[in-house]
Structure formats: structure tokens, C-alpha cells
């Protein structure tokens, strides 16, 4: 069974900095997709980027990126110049064929001004 | 582009009460997904729609949750004789053909069994 792993409950960051949440994932399949969703307090997941497994090239979205790592089962998000806006809950989460996500148990993101 | 809605938003219902949510997905997109998120936890899946055949059932929807998408645009999900254990947050999502592994999340049902 596919699961995913969320080592870092919390996490803090000050304004303009950047910090990086980690995530790891386990399958035998060869071809799927990574998210990281952004959930702010008592609103609604909003998606902030995804990765497709067979492509190399790291994705990127404005001041969020990816370090995605195949063979080593990695996929961690860097946020840039952090925004207090930035402040959430980050879901890491796999996919495969359109069928159902998988996510791990998040992780609390505060942004220090 | 109107996204994915969820009625009602809140629910408060007395155990063994049935209930009912409504989900309309982003107009065009043919598959549905519903998942549970219990506070401080990540969402697990409930189940999915492939226009309207139910394709997917998770082993976590009891003989008590039903779901229906009967002409494969809105959605509903039924909990009969709720139990406190029910009280989650319900969330929805909706993927396109041309992009089904991606999924835009609606803004949840808050369900509090007392």
C-alpha cells in the first residue's frame, strides 16, 4: 500500500526567509504524481504544485518549489521569501491514474514578522 | 470558472440522525472524490466517481455511508444513523479529463455529531 510521510509536525519560518518541508512516500509504481497542498486555517485545500514522476525537471510555481528525488522516495517543498500568508497546514500527497490521493499527516507552517 | 461547492458548510445533527451532503464539482470535470479530515489530520479517502459509476469504495465507508452521483454532475453523500465518530470535516474534489490525477478541493462540510 501506497503511503506518505510527513516527518516534521511543525515547522517555523521568518518573513522573507526560506524554509523547506519534507515529505517521503512509499510505492512500487514506476509512474504517478506528487502534490503539496496548502490548507489555511478553517479554509478551504488550495493546490500549490505537482509533480509528475517521469518527468526529471523539478517543478517550480512563483517562490514554491520542488526537490523531488525518485530513487530516494523524496519530495520536499521550498518556499521562498516567506509571506505571512504563507502560514498553513502543508499536505503532502501521491496519486496514480486519476484515482484516489493519498496524504500524509501534514505539516504546521508558522511565519514569524 | 466557479470552483468546487459544498452544501451546507456547517452541520450539527443528534446521533442516530441521518444526513445529507451536496457537492457540485468545477463544471466539466467527470470524476468526484469525497474525503474525510478529522482535526489535525490529513484528508483520507471515502470514495470516487468516474462520471456516474462509483468506481472506488474505501473500506472506511460503513454500510451507514452512501454516495450517489446519479447524472454525473453534482454529488451526494448520505451518513445514516450517525454516530459521534462521524464528526469530521467532508471534504470534496473534482478532477478533468484532460487532467484527472489533479484535484481542486471544495471548502468542506464541518460535521458535529452530539
Known amino acids: 500500500a501506497q503511503t506518505v510521510t510527513q516527518s516534521q509536525p511543525e515547522m517555523s519560518v521568518q518573513e522573507a526567509e526560506t524554509v523547506t518541508l519534507s515529505c517521503t512516500y512509499d510505492?512500487?509504481?514506476?509512474?504517478?504524481?506528487l502534490f503539496w497542498y496548502k490548507q489555511p486555517p478553517s479554509r478551504q485545500m488550495i493546490l500549490v504544485i505537482r509533480q509528475e514522476a517521469y518527468k526529471q525537471q523539478n517543478a517550480t510555481e512563483n517562490r514554491f518549489s520542488v526537490n523531488f528525488q525518485k530513487a530516494a522516495k523524496s519530495f520536499s517543498l521550498k518556499i521562498s521569501d516567506s509571506q505571512l500568508g504563507d502560514a498553513a497546514m502543508y499536505f503532502c500527497?501521491?496519486?496514480?491514474?486519476?484515482?484516489?490521493?493519498?496524504f500524509g499527516a501534514g505539516t504546521i507552517l508558522r511565519v514569524k514578522s | 470558472d466557479t470552483g468546487v461547492s459544498q452544501d451546507p458548510r456547517h452541520k450539527i445533527t443528534k446521533r442516530g440522525q441521518n444526513v445529507t451532503f451536496r457537492c457540485d464539482p468545477i463544471?466539466?470535470?467527470?470524476?468526484l472524490y469525497w474525503y474525510r479530515q478529522t482535526l489535525g489530520q490529513g484528508p483520507e479517502f471515502l470514495t470516487y466517481f468516474q462520471n456516474e459509476a462509483q468506481l472506488e469504495k474505501s473500506r472506511l465507508l460503513s454500510d451507514r455511508f452512501s454516495a450517489e452521483r446519479p447524472k454525473g454532475s453534482f454529488s451526494t453523500l448520505e451518513i445514516q444513523r450517525t454516530e459521534q465518530g462521524d464528526s469530521a470535516m467532508y471534504l470534496c474534489?473534482?478532477?478533468?479529463?484532460?487532467?484527472?490525477?489533479?484535484?481542486?478541493f471544495g471548502p468542506g462540510t464541518r460535521l458535529t455529531v452530539l
Open positions: 474534489a473534482s478532477s478533468s479529463p484532460a487532467f484527472p490525477d489533479t484535484q481542486y
Open positions: 463544471s466539466e470535470h467527470n470524476r
Open positions: 500527497a501521491y496519486g496514480v491514474g486519476g484515482n484516489k490521493l493519498v
Open positions: 510505492t512500487s509504481e514506476s509512474d504517478y504524481y
